[in-house]
């Protein structure tokens, strides 16, 4: 019988057995996961009424926006981490006749190192090594031969920018590379992400459109909220968390 995830508390979501959900998740299961779990940041357009302007996200892109998932708090917990590796495999499996099956799996830093490990284990590749180094992506692992080949793992996309710079950087390593981008949430409404001319279809286990703007036309730094980037640290998380309340 299917869990009913959506009627699962914070509590009977960290006891969760990942290895007894065998089905896709939808939009709106992951999102209760976030949200239950702390991880899920909006906005509040009334309390900016009663003048509480708080603070709003600024992105990895240097954009602002309305909304946030933080996946570090949910893969905090190595059960939740398991469940979302799982959900990646089981798209992968889905639409795996376009592919051929990868050698090597590698997460994006930092939101997807561990999610990549157990993606890998679900599909008996190896785990390829990717870095964070003064904020630049960077590519360990060579490729072993022409027959390797990779799939890279992501927490979110919004404008595909820490995306491009990981396959940039596997090219550099003469990789071969899955033309796809496996996310567990598209929030930036693209389809494709364009690197040196090849296109990769974004493959999401869900799809939640979240507003951004760039700094000098956002609606949130005109009414006096200030950008705070949510995931450099715990406190940034808790800051913007409760900067309306």
Same mark, same amino acid.
């Given at each position: /019988?299917? =869990?009913?995830?959506? !009627?699962?508390?914070?509590?009977?979501?960290? @006891?969760?057995?990942?290895?007894?959900?065998?089905?896709?998740?939808?939009? @709106?299961?992951?999102?209760?996961?976030?949200?239950? +779990?702390?991880?899920?940041? +909006?906005?509040?357009?009334?309390?900016?009424?009663?003048?509480?302007?708080?603070?709003?996200?600024?992105?990895? !892109?240097?954009?602002?926006?309305?909304? #946030?998932?933080?996946?570090?708090?949910?893969?905090?917990?190595?059960? /939740?981490?398991? +469940?979302?590796?799982?959900?990646?495999?089981?798209?992968? *499996?889905?639409?795996?006749?376009?592919?051929? %099956?990868?050698?090597?799996?590698?997460?994006?830093?930092?939101?997807?190192? *561990?999610?990549?490990?157990? =993606?890998? &284990?679900?599909?008996?590749?190896?785990?390829?090594?990717?870095?964070?180094?003064?904020? *630049?992506? /960077? /590519?360990?692992? &060579?490729?072993?031969?022409? &027959? !390797?080949?990779?799939?890279?793992? @992501?927490?979110?996309?919004?404008?595909?920018?820490?995306?491009?710079?990981?396959?940039?950087?596997?090219?550099? *390593? %003469?990789?071969?590379? =899955?033309?796809? &981008?496996?996310?567990?949430?598209?929030?930036?409404?693209?389809?494709?992400?364009? =690197?040196?001319?090849?296109?990769?279809?974004? #493959?999401?286990?869900?799809?939640?459109?979240?507003?951004?703007?760039?700094?000098?036309?956002?609606?949130?730094?005109?009414?006096?909220?200030?950008?705070?980037?949510?995931?450099?640290?715990?406190?940034?998380?808790?800051?913007?968390?409760? !900067?309306?309340?």
């Amino acid at each position: /019988m299917e =869990v009913d995830i959506c !009627s699962l508390n914070k509590q009977q979501l960290l @006891e969760l057995n990942p290895e007894n959900i065998d089905f896709l998740l939808n939009k @709106e299961e992951i999102l209760h996961i976030f949200q239950k +779990l702390g991880a899920l940041w +909006l906005y509040s357009y009334e309390a900016a009424k009663n003048g509480k302007a708080g603070l709003h996200a600024e992105l990895k !892109s240097g954009r602002c926006s309305d909304g #946030f998932l933080n996946a570090k708090q949910v893969i905090q917990y190595d059960n /939740m981490c398991r +469940l979302f590796a799982k959900q990646l495999f089981l798209k992968y *499996k889905q639409i795996s006749v376009k592919y051929e %099956k990868p050698t090597h799996v590698v997460g994006i830093p930092d939101g997807a190192t *561990k999610i990549g490990k157990y =993606v890998a &284990e679900f599909l008996g590749a190896i785990t390829a090594e990717m870095i964070k180094k003064d904020g *630049k992506i /960077m /590519m360990v692992s &060579e490729s072993i031969s022409e &027959e !390797s080949t990779l799939l890279l793992v @992501e927490d979110f996309c919004t404008r595909g920018t820490g995306f491009r710079e990981a396959v940039e950087s596997a090219l550099q *390593k %003469k990789w071969n590379i =899955v033309l796809g &981008e496996f996310v567990i949430i598209n929030r930036g409404g693209l389809e494709l992400i364009e =690197v040196q001319g090849i296109s990769f279809i974004i #493959f999401a286990l869900a799809e939640h459109r979240i507003k951004d703007w760039d700094p000098a036309e956002c609606p949130l730094c005109k009414i006096g909220s200030k950008r705070i980037k949510p995931k450099v640290t715990q406190e940034n998380w808790e800051k913007i968390m409760n !900067s309306q309340k």
